[in-house]
């Protein structure tokens, strides 16, 4: 069974950081694209970054970009996405998604609620 | 990187169908079949209902379908249920190598 576990959400102050991770199981994890997507409060989904399958390409959408950063440990089956510079608008559940390529988000984690908030 | 527009909500009757609309540009529905759809329950995470435009993963009624005619994609859910009332989202590739969602569509099973 494909398992996606997100963990390392909280409340951190504007202007820190934060490291979510994302525990992948019941599938070879280093032969799929994996994506985060997050939502903020009562609002829509919103795609942030993606990665390949070997950690070497990536891509952010612009409100992430250059704060942001998406990688993987194949060998520990864990995606990540340190989050530097934090704001308030970034306040939103993560979610961690498995992304073959151009099929879509297939399999999705229960999400990892940030707050950002002094 | 501007969201794809969806209509905010739509309502229909149980047995009646609906079609929900997700306008991009060229540089994304328009310029690839790499557009897909996601229904979300409250507090639950989203769920694949329809890639590449038009193809059902397993276990997806058939009662869902998906289409695009130039920078507008569609669903649309046939026979609606109880059980189809969610938020729908749609999402496409992008020509910046990123991915782009809709703004959501409020279904409501009258």
């Known amino acids: 069974e494909v398992q996606l576990v997100e963990s390392g959400g909280g409340l951190v102050q504007p202007g820190g950081s934060l490291r979510l991770s994302c525990a992948a199981s019941?599938?070879?994890?280093?032969?799929?694209?994996m994506h985060w997507v997050r939502q903020a409060p009562g609002q829509g989904l919103v795609w942030v970054s993606r990665i390949n399958e070997n950690g070497r390409g990536a891509y952010y959408a612009d409100s992430v970009k250059g704060r942001f950063t998406i990688s993987r440990d194949n060998a520990k089956n864990t995606l990540y996405l340190q989050m530097n510079s934090l704001r308030a608008d970034d306040t939103a559940v993560y979610y961690c998604a498995r992304w073959p390529l151009t099929m879509g988000g297939d399999y999705w984690g229960q999400g990892t609620l940030v707050t950002v908030s002094s | 990187q501007s969201a794809l527009t969806q209509p905010a909500s739509v309502s229909e009757s149980p047995g009646q169908s609906i079609t929900i609309s997700c306008t991009g540009t060229?540089?994304?529905?328009?310029?690839?079949?790499?557009v897909s759809w996601y229904q979300q329950h409250p507090g639950k995470a989203p769920k694949l209902m329809i890639y590449?435009?038009?193809n059902r993963p397993s276990g997806i009624s058939n009662r869902f379908s998906g289409s695009k005619s130039g920078n507008t994609a569609s669903l649309t859910i046939s026979g609606l249920q109880a059980e189809d009332e969610a938020d729908y989202y749609c999402t496409s590739y992008t020509s910046s190598l990123t991915w782009v969602f809709g703004g959501g569509t409020k279904l409501t099973v009258l």
């Open positions: 019941g599938f070879t994890f280093s032969s799929y694209w």
């Open positions: 590449e435009v038009s």
């Open positions: 060229s540089s994304d529905v328009g310029g690839y079949n790499y």
